[in-house]
T-cell receptor, first 114, second 110 residues
Framework: GAVVSQHPSRVICKSGTSVKIECRSL??????MFWYRQFPKQSLMLMAT?????????EQGVEKDKFLINHASLTLSTLTVTSAHPEDSSFYIC??????????FGPGTRLTVT | GQQLNQSPQSMFIQEGEDVSMNCTSS?????WLWYKQDPGEGPVLLIA?????ELTSNGRLTAQFGITRKDSFLNISASIPSDVGIYFC??????????FGQGTTLQVKP
């Protein structure tokens, strides 16, 4: 149990365009999901906490207008990178909190901005 | 942001050897977690620890929640090639957020 999926697994976009990444909890409902960013050979850095039906909570230094988060249902959260630039290229990983237990992570999305 | 100090940064061992890695923090945590991440994948939860002093095993893996609540270690016994990957510790304090260590890259020589 506790499977989390992400789509797409990798995406290449041109500078200035926007890209949406989906995170789904497949076999449980998650009122809370998280979005992390991971640079090569580095650790996971929390970007924001996504709460179903309310606004996301962003970590210090993360631009909420650039990284739009929508948690419209108990099984889906989306991260939209707006006006992407090459420095936004990274590995984006979501997780979903299994109620009463821990966060389960998705497989990640590799974003490359050219 | 705040990070845990995880060591060693990398290990290259022979198949069959035991492995030990640890994490320390200046802050007290209520929960310690250990994850494994394969290249291009998300982290997978290995062991969760919730009480100071707790010692928990998952197959060949054993982890302990330090008595001071500021450290944890993970041991892997009799390593096999599929143990290769990056191991992350993560701590959770009163904020409820997970703080990750820098990771330990494990390579196993058959």
């Amino acid at each position: 149990g506790a499977v989390v999926s992400q789509h797409p697994s990798r995406v290449i976009c041109k500078s200035g365009t926007s890209v949406k990444i989906e995170c789904r909890s497949l076999d449980f409902q998650a009122t809370t999901m998280f979005w992390y960013r991971q640079f090569p050979k580095q650790s996971l850095m929390l970007m924001a906490t996504s709460n179903e039906g309310s606004k996301a909570t962003y970590e210090q230094g993360v631009e909420k207008d650039k990284f739009l988060i929508n948690h419209a249902s108990l099984t889906l959260s989306t991260l939209t990178v707006t006006s992407a630039h090459p420095e936004d290229s990274s590995f984006y990983i979501c997780s979903a909190l299994l109620p009463g237990y821990e966060q389960y992570f998705g497989p990640g999305t590799r974003l490359t901005v050219t | 942001g705040q990070q845990l100090n995880q060591s060693p940064q990398s290990m290259f061992i022979q198949e069959g050897e035991d492995v030990s890695m640890n994490c320390t923090s200046s802050s007290i945590f209520n929960t310690w977690l250990w994850y494994k991440q394969d290249p291009g994948e998300g982290p997978v939860l290995l062991i969760a620890l919730y009480k100071a002093g707790e010692l928990t095993s998952n197959g060949r893996l054993t982890a302990q929640f330090g008595i001071t609540r500021k450290d944890s270690f993970l041991n892997i016994s009799a390593s096999i090639p599929s143990d290769v990957g990056i191991y992350f510790c993560a701590g959770r304090g009163n904020t409820g957020k997970l703080i990750f260590g820098q990771g330990t890259t494990l390579q196993v020589k058959p």
